[in-house]
């Protein structure tokens, strides 16, 4: 079984009233790639130990891979130091990275 783990800035377009108004901003995504089954059990650990919410399985291109996206900052937050719990010593640079993107959510972008 393969699991790949993302956290990215991703754009998303913050609207407000009025033409041409619009400001594009980037924030914070947590994505876990894998297959239905895999997602479908990392969920149910999420939901129960974690305490977040259930996610809908995402569809990705090929039919084998499934995606669950995390966009609150607050499941994000929580999830993290659930990981962090078990994999402090691990990956220092993954979590030091996190940990920058937990504490600057939101990038302007022109």
Same mark, same amino acid.
């Given at each position: 079984?393969?699991? #790949?783990?993302?956290? !990215?800035?991703?754009?998303? &377009?913050?609207?407000?009233? *009025?033409?041409? $108004?619009?400001?594009? %901003? +980037? ?9 239905? #089954?895999?997602?479908? !059990?990392?969920?149910?650990? &999420?939901?129960?130990?974690? *305490?977040?919410? $259930?996610?809908?399985? %995402? +569809? ?51």
């Amino acid at each position: 079984m393969i699991l #790949k783990i993302l956290v !990215s800035f991703c754009p998303k &377009l913050r609207g407000q009233s *009025g033409r041409n $108004k619009r400001k594009k %901003q +980037k924030r914070l995504m947590f994505r876990i790639y894998g297959n239905y #089954k895999l997602i479908d !059990s990392i969920n149910n650990i &999420l939901h129960e130990d974690v *305490g977040v919410g $259930k996610k809908t399985p %995402q +569809k990705t291109m090929n039919e084998t891979t499934k995606i669950l996206n995390y966009t609150s900052l607050k499941e994000i937050e929580e999830i993290s130091n659930w990981l962090i719990g078990a994999a402090d010593q691990y990956c220092n640079e993954y979590w030091d990275e996190l940990h920058y993107k937990l504490r600057n959510p939101i990038i302007e972008v022109s």
